[in-house]
């Protein structure tokens, strides 16, 4: 399977600054990657998806970047609320149909009014 | 709301003894994912079901077992419990597309084996 982590535990930012977080895989065999946000005493939310033949998608306040050379993923949140304070995974997934997001470790965003 | 449902929230029991988590996924999904969560391991893919038939195992022990039922809710049994099976399970669902990443993940239940 996809295996897949963070680069930082943990991601301080002031409250509409941008935020960068960042995501390394192992396995190029993966069809999408996703990014989940977990906010404190809940499950994991789907933020956005990014098939593995793009290198960009864009959502409401977010940006999914996909290097594929390096292997490596990032989600950028713009002007960063308080709000977006949860813990962040990114996860891959899907070789020919077969969904099964594999998360990594996380990152917790605190943003700071 | 993400029209998973799982049930009990809490649970505390002591070792050696058998649990059964509940889950029901949203109506019209067909497949359901369960997931366990500690501070030291993260979200850890357990099994995943698809119409009530094991379709996935990642990293479940043998004293897990899962099973999916017609009306497609499903049931985790963990047994002889150990201290450190204490953790958050979540289950998630998903649709019958082959396309479709988005899971939906329930509030989860969180285990205290005592």
């Given at each position: 399977g996809e295996s897949v982590g963070l680069h930082l535990p943990t991601l301080s930012?002031?409250?509409g600054d941008n935020s960068i977080i960042n995501c390394a895989y192992s396995n190029s065999a993966s069809d999408y990657f996703i990014w989940y946000k977990q906010e404190s005493g809940k499950g994991?939310?789907?933020i956005i998806d990014i098939r593995s033949n793009?290198?960009?998608?864009q959502g409401q306040r977010v940006t999914v970047l996909l290097n594929k050379t390096v292997k490596h993923l990032s989600l950028q949140i713009a002007a960063t609320q308080p709000g977006d304070s949860a813990v962040y995974f990114c996860a891959g997934g899907g070789k020919g149909g077969s969904y099964i997001p594999t998360f990594g470790r996380g990152t917790s965003l605190i943003v700071h009014p | 709301d993400s029209g998973v449902t799982q049930t009990p929230k809490h649970l505390i029991t002591a070792t050696g003894q058998r649990v059964t988590l509940r889950c029901s996924p949203r109506s019209g999904d067909l497949s359901v994912y369960w997931y366990q969560q500690s501070l030291d391991q993260g979200l850890q893919?357990?099994?995943q079901y698809y119409n009530g038939e094991e379709r996935?195992?990642?990293?479940?022990?043998?004293r897990f077992s899962a099973q999916q039922f017609p009306d497609l809710h499903s049931e985790l049994n963990l047994s002889s419990l150990e201290l450190g099976d204490?953790?958050?399970y979540f289950c998630a669902s998903?649709?019958?597309g082959t396309?479709?990443?988005?899971?939906?993940?329930?509030q989860g239940t969180r285990l205290t084996v005592v």
């Amino acid at each position: 399977g996809e295996s897949v982590g963070l680069h930082l535990p943990t991601l301080s930012v002031q409250e509409g600054d941008n935020s960068i977080i960042n995501c390394a895989y192992s396995n190029s065999a993966s069809d999408y990657f996703i990014w989940y946000k977990q906010e404190s005493g809940k499950g994991p939310q789907f933020i956005i998806d990014i098939r593995s033949n793009m290198d960009k998608r864009q959502g409401q306040r977010v940006t999914v970047l996909l290097n594929k050379t390096v292997k490596h993923l990032s989600l950028q949140i713009a002007a960063t609320q308080p709000g977006d304070s949860a813990v962040y995974f990114c996860a891959g997934g899907g070789k020919g149909g077969s969904y099964i997001p594999t998360f990594g470790r996380g990152t917790s965003l605190i943003v700071h009014p | 709301d993400s029209g998973v449902t799982q049930t009990p929230k809490h649970l505390i029991t002591a070792t050696g003894q058998r649990v059964t988590l509940r889950c029901s996924p949203r109506s019209g999904d067909l497949s359901v994912y369960w997931y366990q969560q500690s501070l030291d391991q993260g979200l850890q893919f357990l099994i995943q079901y698809y119409n009530g038939e094991e379709r996935a195992k990642g990293n479940i022990l043998e004293r897990f077992s899962a099973q999916q039922f017609p009306d497609l809710h499903s049931e985790l049994n963990l047994s002889s419990l150990e201290l450190g099976d204490s953790a958050l399970y979540f289950c998630a669902s998903s649709g019958t597309g082959t396309m479709n990443t988005e899971a939906f993940f329930g509030q989860g239940t969180r285990l205290t084996v005592v």
